[in-house]
Every structure is written in C-alpha cells, then in structure tokens.
C-alpha cells in the first residue's frame, strides 16, 4: 500500500510538473497569431500602395526630358552659371572681405 501511495505521489508530481509546462507553452501560443496578424497588416499596406501607385497618370520619359531640354534652352541666357554674372559685385558667392596675413 506504501509503494501504491510512493507511485501515486511521484505520478502527481510528474503530473503537476507537466501542468505547468503546459500553462507556460500555452501563455506563448500567442506569438503566432500576433505575428501572423502583423503580416497580414504588413501585406495589406503594401497592396494599398500598390493600387495607389497604380491609379496615378504616368508621363513618358521622352515627354519629360523633350520638355526640360525646351526649358533649359530656353532660360539658358539668364542663367548665370552659363552666361556668368555682369559684374564681380552680382556674384553672391565672391569672398565679402580679402584676407590678409600679418
């Protein structure tokens, strides 16, 4: 009856000891879902973006760059990095004060 009762508490222990590993996996079933719901959140953002890249009017290239070429041919003679500036005190990056050593 001593060896019954020795058996029966060792097989509780183990029982209990199994309880707890069980309560303490199942806290940390949650990580899954919480990752797949991240995923998912992740994965339908970017179809938003997507479909919102999609919906926007697209300009060719050769349109773009015909376009800036006509532009800058057009402004090139008041530009003053082409042309240069008309006298030394337009340009606005010349040294303001000469440096003198003593």
Do not use: I, W
């Amino acid at each position: 009856m001593a060896a019954q009762q020795a058996n029966v508490t060792g097989n509780n222990q183990v029982a209990a000891s199994h309880r707890v590993t069980d309560t303490f996996s199942s806290s940390r079933s949650y990580a899954p879902e919480y990752q797949v719901q991240t995923v998912y959140t992740t994965q339908r953002r970017l179809c938003e973006h997507l479909r919102e890249e999609a919906r926007r009017e697209r300009t060719k290239v050769s349109v773009v760059c015909k376009d800036l070429v006509r532009y800058v041919t057009d402004h090139q003679s008041n530009d003053v990095l082409v042309v240069g500036f008309q006298s030394p005190k337009d340009n606005p990056f010349r040294d303001k004060q000469q440096c003198s050593l003593l």
